[in-house]
Each structure stands twice: as C-alpha cells, then as structure tokens.
C-alpha cells in the first residue's frame, strides 16, 4: 500500500493543512486558496504512482494517433477520390478537436467539480452537476451540428477548401 499525502503551504512555506492516507486521498481545504499558495503531493512509491496515471493517457493517445494514421492509409488508397478525401480530412480536422476539446471541458470540468462535492460529503450536488454534464453533453453535438451546417462553406474555406474539395 502507498502512503500518500497531500499539503498546502502558504508564501512563507508554513504548512496550512495538510492530509494523509493510503492508496487514496481527497484532500477538501477549508479556506480558500491564496495567491502563491502551493501544493505539495507526497507518496512513498512516487515512480509507480506516477506510471499508473500517466499509463492510460498515454495509451489513450497512442490509440488515436493509430487509428488517425491506419484511417488515412485506408482512405489514401481508395481509387481515383484517394487524394481528394484524404483533403476532406484533413479540413475536418480542426472542427473535430473543436468538438473534442468541448467534450473534454464538459466531462473534466464536470467531473472535477463533481469529485469536489462528494469530497465534501453532498452527494446531491454531485449527482446535479453530473447530470447537467449529460445533458449538456447531448446539447453540444446538437448545437454544433446546427452551426457547421449554417457555416460550412465559409468555414471550410478557411481552414483551406478550394473549388474542387467543396462540391
């Protein structure tokens, strides 16, 4: 078992709260942070902690870089409309992170300041940011998919479609 600990020290270095466990903490801090406030992490196991967490976002990456690059193999070779789909492609490309950044802001944020909540013991608060996360997760395709399709010629020109990518 890891023993882990989580500190807060002020400008002056003096630790104003301070927690302690094992496997896993939540650290709630009563007051509110002050600027030049720090956080200190501890743990007895630092290289295996850190391996776990980082793991899956690295492999989360490595699967989508993978799959990006075995798309466009597979779209690269499509007889005589390779080269223009590979083009479309790339000119989505940007609307996609658009849509992926907000679903990351949606499910993060969400998901933070749900853990915040059911660290301090409201349970109810959670479950109504977690809900609007959900729905609010629903609205974003919606209403983007509503905005692109009023503006995708524009758009799309200026991400970089000519004439003969935009039918």
Request: some cysteine; hydrophobic content about 45%.
């Amino acid at each position: 078992m890891a023993k882990l600990g989580i500190s807060v020290l002020n400008t002056q270095g003096e630790n104003e709260y301070w927690v302690r466990g094992e496997d896993e903490i939540h650290l709630v801090y009563p007051k509110e942070y002050e600027l030049g406030d720090t956080l200190v992490f501890t743990s007895d196991e630092v290289p295996g902690f850190y391996v776990i967490r980082v793991d899956g976002a690295i492999v989360a990456q490595m699967v989508n870089a993978l799959y990006n690059i075995v798309d466009r193999i597979y779209i690269g070779h499509i007889a005589d409309v390779g080269d223009i789909a590979l083009t479309g492609l790339g000119l989505c490309f940007p609307i996609i992170m658009f849509v992926s950044a907000l679903a990351a802001l949606v499910g993060i944020g969400g998901g933070s300041r749900a853990s915040i909540l059911m660290g301090e013991g409201d349970l109810h608060g959670a479950n109504e940011i977690l809900g609007n996360c959900a729905v609010l997760m629903l609205m974003i395709p919606v209403g983007s998919t509503a905005l692109f399709q009023l503006t995708k010629e524009p758009l799309l020109c200026l991400f970089g479609a000519s004439g003969n990518t935009i039918p």
